[in-house]
């Protein structure tokens, strides 16, 4: 196998090329390198229905593009912005996918953990929060306060200068502090 | 990694701490991945052009050509052609200049 000795850390670049070349391999490394962030963002835009689905289309389409992608740019900065075509194009798939996301925030209980009554209903609310947000705000929040991503990414990531990646970072902050004040809790 | 631009912690940190939790992959997820990827013909990693060898090419060409002139050059006249034609211009001279001399020296 082309790969098999390899060291781990091999930098993505050097996998992207064995990519391109067909080596599945390599493709299975950046896979389990980066499909848990392109899932918690995919399960913070879209919800948790469907997330399997969502991150294997991530995954097809970066495997069919990877032939043009120029590798000027961070491998997970171009990964996230498939991340995100495939959450807008999801979202435009459902009209109604903000009932359908609050339905389901309400209806699918946490198996892996236990946790205590307020811990529930501060996710609840955290997640209507997020509900409440348009897509390109939502986007800009959890890409940047819960992935941790800095501004110049997300700027590259969504396509946007980086000053409306600032601009939307403060109405989005605002409307859910907003929120989460009313419902009473203390920031 | 840690956080670039840490206005307005607090609510970062809560949002953070009470985020739903991602529901794990099912099992054969990346199997199915891999196995759904369509293939792609190797593309043979492309070799560098070889530079270096454009000198000894241009020279090696150069010297054929030489060799070549003047080994295939034109062969030499046969001595019995060169006889007759020897006679020939002999033969043919006079007419000929006297010819070009009334003309060219003395028109109308």
Known sequence: MLTDCQPDREPDSVLVQLCIQGDTQSFRRLYQRHQQRVRSILCQLCGPSQLDDLVQEVFLRAWKGLPKFQQTAKFSTWLYRITWNVASDQRRGFAKLRVHLQTLAHAVPDHHQDPGLMQLHYRDLVQRSLNQLSLDHRAVLVLHDLEELPHKEIAETLGIPVGTVKSRLFHARAAVRKFLQQEGVPL | ?108
């Open chain 2, 1 to 108: 990694m840690t956080r670039p631009n840490p206005d307005d912690p607090r609510l970062a940190a809560f949002l953070r701490q009470h985020r739903s939790p991602v529901p794990p992959p099912a099992l054969d997820l990346e199997e199915r991945l891999l196995q759904n990827l369509p293939s792609r013909t190797r593309q043979p990693a492309r070799a560098p052009r070889p530079l270096w060898l454009m000198a000894p090419v241009l020279a090696a060409g150069l010297l054929a050509t030489w060799f070549s002139y003047h080994s295939v050059g034109p062969l030499p006249p046969d001595p019995d052609d060169l006889v007759s034609l020897e006679s020939f211009l002999e033969n043919n001279w006079d007419a000929t200049v006297e010819e070009d001399l009334d003309v060219g020296l003395f028109p109308n």
